[in-house]
C-alpha cells in the first residue's frame, strides 16, 4: 500500500499562490496517474487536476484551469500542485491520489493522502 502525504496548505489572501506537494512513500508502479481532489464540509468531493506519471500529461477541472498547475518529480515520488490567483472558494481540503487512469473519476484512484487544508480568505 503506498501512503502519500500531502503538505503546504495554509491561510492565504485572494489573489495569492500556494504550492502543494503529495510525497509518495514509494515509487507507484502500478499507477498511472496522480490526481488532486478537494473538498469542503457537506459537499462531494470534487476533481482538481490529474498527471500521468510517465509523459506528464494533464488535465484540469474547469474551476481551476489557468490558475492551477500539477506537475511531477519522478525522482522524488512527489506531486505539486501549484495554485495561484486563489479565491475564496478554492477553501477546502486538498486531497492527493494514485491513479490507475488518467481520470477525473474518483473510482480510478485506490490511495488516498490525508489531506491538507486551504482557506483562502477575502
Known amino acids: 500500500q503506498v501512503q502519500l502525504v500531502e503538505s503546504g496548505g495554509g491561510l492565504v489572501q485572494a489573489g495569492g499562490s500556494l504550492r502543494l506537494s503529495c510525497a509518495a512513500s514509494?515509487?507507484?508502479?502500478?499507477?498511472?496517474?496522480m490526481g488532486w481532489f478537494r473538498q469542503v464540509p457537506g459537499k462531494e468531493r470534487e476533481f482538481v487536476a490529474t498527471?500521468?506519471?510517465?509523459?506528464?500529461?494533464?488535465y484540469y477541472g474547469d474551476s481551476v484551469k489557468g490558475r492551477f498547475t500539477i506537475s511531477r518529480d519522478i525522482a522524488k515520488n512527489t506531486v505539486y500542485l501549484q495554485m495561484n490567483s486563489l479565491k475564496p472558494e478554492d477553501t477546502a481540503v486538498y486531497y492527493c491520489?494514485?491513479?490507475?487512469?488518467?481520470?477525473?473519476?474518483?473510482?480510478?484512484?485506490?490511495?488516498w493522502g490525508q489531506g491538507t487544508q486551504v482557506t483562502v480568505s477575502s
Open positions: 491520489a494514485c491513479g490507475n487512469l488518467l481520470t477525473v473519476l474518483e473510482s480510478h484512484y485506490y490511495s
Open positions: 514509494r515509487r507507484t508502479f502500478n499507477s498511472a496517474a
Open positions: 498527471i500521468n506519471w510517465s509523459v506528464g500529461s494533464t
